[in-house]
């Protein structure tokens, strides 16, 4: 049995989640690989022959690839899957993107958000917003999975001593281009990846007071996250949003601030190791899985606590 | 132009389904059923695009057994002109559902294709993309934006940490998120007049696509419980519980 794990980077580091992946891919057993795809992506590629384990580094270097449209870096891993059993990729917004064209292009199904690998063939993952966990037994030869990164404790970045070896197949379906990006830099971790996750919902009644929560978490740490009711209020942007259809969290530590605890929400962060609550409605549901619950005004509870840290 | 825009039927957003005790199947007796949230805000884009004179026909086509005429219905309330059903019984794969929408497609000749980039019930994220793969068209997954112009359309889309804009060459695949527009209520006087509109029914055969299974649910079961914990009765107490009892802040 042998597993291709697509990297996730964006042509300068190795993303987290990557490693993530490569953990689920030892859970399936046999060799692993990895294939880097993108543009002047040299320091990825050494990264990525440094994770132990990993037998080979498949590097496709060149700008067909450089913003990873689907519609290219697809054709290029249906064309390497040829020598694989398995091909993984974390569940990031980046790989949901082109895997399931691949797993159309091989004419198989794509196993989704894959929290735990019961056998070579069988595989637990939530549906209904994680209210239902399901095993799924794929009859596919090749295999198609997305794995859910919280699920996999990330192996080690360093240690291995992988080869690395150039792809020179150029894919370019010259159907998409690239024509702008908007990236907000951010001082804080990434909220998939960050150890603490303060998140506000509809409590904190708009934008500008998210930045109550500024404070917390630059003394905790942490990355700043909302609920879909605060996204869709417009408070913030959707990159912030925790839950089904956004992201999925399980950070060490998850504040929740002014959130009711819709199903929705609690999908995306009720893996967290300990959750705490902070909502002046004593019957919000989010008490439910809060495991340090305080009824209390936000307004007059941040600052609080805040100036307590 | 015209608009081809799937729509599926789900389990209402409001609904906690629940695993069936003996793990067979989920539990979907007398549970309301509603029109997928990204679907609906799917319509409501073609519709926007036919308003705006950039679409002249918009398409709904759901593949289902008959009750998912319902959502059909629906999507021809919000404003689409006809309705296509792709009969099916049971639970349809994405991988097979997007093979017959292909032939949708190949039917009816759309310049934009407009899904929801996830249902609520699967959570698989993946008829959309498996679609352009099939059809080898363009994809603007997780759109926040769609502008179309001449032969091509310019998709802004939600990526980690910002917004990515992206040119396809028509015709081209879109996949709603959230925040791409706020779907409108259907007035009655709509929902009467979509009794009338026409709505097409094939079979998988009529499309010359068979229906395949790759994966079967071997079971179900309910996720890990936490157990309720306490109520602090202020700050420094939680403070107090975070350093001293669970240990996550120093």
């Given at each position: 049995m042998s597993t291709l794990v697509i990297a996730e980077h964006d042509n300068k580091s190795l993303k987290v989640s990557t490693l993530n992946t490569v953990a689920a891919a030892q859970a399936m057993g046999g060799a692993i690989d990895i294939l880097v795809a993108g543009a002047n992506c040299g320091s990825v590629a050494t990264a990525a022959a440094a994770v132990p384990g990993v037998t080979k580094v498949l590097v496709a270097d060149n700008t067909a690839y450089e913003h990873q449209l689907a519609e290219n870096v697809s054709l290029l891993i249906a064309e390497v899957a040829a020598g694989y059993d398995n091909i993984l990729a974390p569940a990031t917004p980046n790989c949901k993107n082109f895997m399931p064209r691949v797993a159309a292009l091989l004419d198989v199904a794509q196993i989704s958000d894959v929290t735990s690998v019961v056998s070579a063939d069988t595989f637990l993952r939530p549906i209904y917003a994680g209210n239902v966990i399901a095993t799924v037994k794929s009859s596919d030869a090749k295999k198609v999975i997305t794995v859910r990164t919280t699920a996999y404790d990330a192996v080690p970045a360093a240690g291995g001593s992988a080869t690395v070896e150039a792809l020179n197949a150029v894919h370019d379906a010259e159907i998409s281009s690239f024509v702008s990006e908007e990236v907000v830099v951010s001082e804080r971790p990434e909220l998939t990846s960050a150890k603490v996750v303060i998140s506000g919902g509809r409590g904190m009644q708009n934008g500008e007071n998210f930045k109550l929560l500024d404070g917390i978490a630059d003394k905790l740490g942490a990355a700043i996250g909302a609920s879909r009711a605060a996204v869709d209020a417009g408070f913030v942007p959707n990159d912030m949003q925790v839950g089904q259809t956004g992201k999925i969290v399980a950070p060490d530590l998850y504040i929740a601030v002014g959130i009711s605890g819709a199903i929705q929400h609690l999908a995306g962060m009720k893996d967290s190791k300990v959750i705490v609550a902070i909502n002046?409605?004593?019957?919000?549901?989010?008490f439910q899985v809060a495991d340090y619950g305080l009824v209390a005004d936000l307004f007059v509870a941040l600052p609080e606590f805040e100036a307590k840290l | 132009m015209k608009i081809l825009v799937a729509v599926k039927r789900v389990v209402d957003y409001n609904v906690k389904v629940r695993a069936k005790a003996d793990g067979s199947d989920v539990d979907l007796n007398n549970v309301k059923m509603a029109i997928n949230p990204f679907c609906e805000i799917a319509v409501e884009e073609a519709v926007r695009l036919k308003e705006a004179g950039t679409a002249t026909e918009v398409i709904a086509v759901s593949v289902g057994d008959k009750s998912c005429q319902e959502q059909i219905r629906t999507a021809l309330a919000l404003g689409a002109d006809r309705g296509i059903q792709v009969e099916t019984s049971g639970n349809v794969e994405p991988l097979v559902v997007a093979k017959l929408l292909k032939a949708v497609v190949d039917k009816e000749k759309p310049q934009l294709v407009i899904l929801g980039k996830q249902s609520i019930d699967g959570d698989n994220n993946q008829t959309g993309q498996m679609l352009g793969a099939l059809a080898n068209m363009g994809q603007g997954t997780f759109a926040s934006k769609v502008v179309v112009s001449g032969d091509k359309v310019n998709v802004t889309r939600e990526i980690d940490g910002g917004l990515q804009t992206l040119s396809l060459k028509l015709p081209a695949i879109v996949t709603t998120d959230l925040r791409l527009n706020e779907p409108r209520y259907a007035s009655l006087p709509n929902i009467m007049k979509a009794k009338k509109k026409p709505l097409d029914v094939f079979t998988p055969e009529d499309l010359g696509v068979a229906i395949t299974s790759h994966l079967t649910r071997v079971k179900v079961q309910p996720p890990a419980t936490r157990l309720a914990g306490i109520k602090v009765k202020d700050v420094q107490e939680l403070v107090d519980k975070l350093k001293n009892e669970a240990k996550v802040i120093s």
């Open positions: 002046k409605d004593e019957d919000a549901p989010i | -």
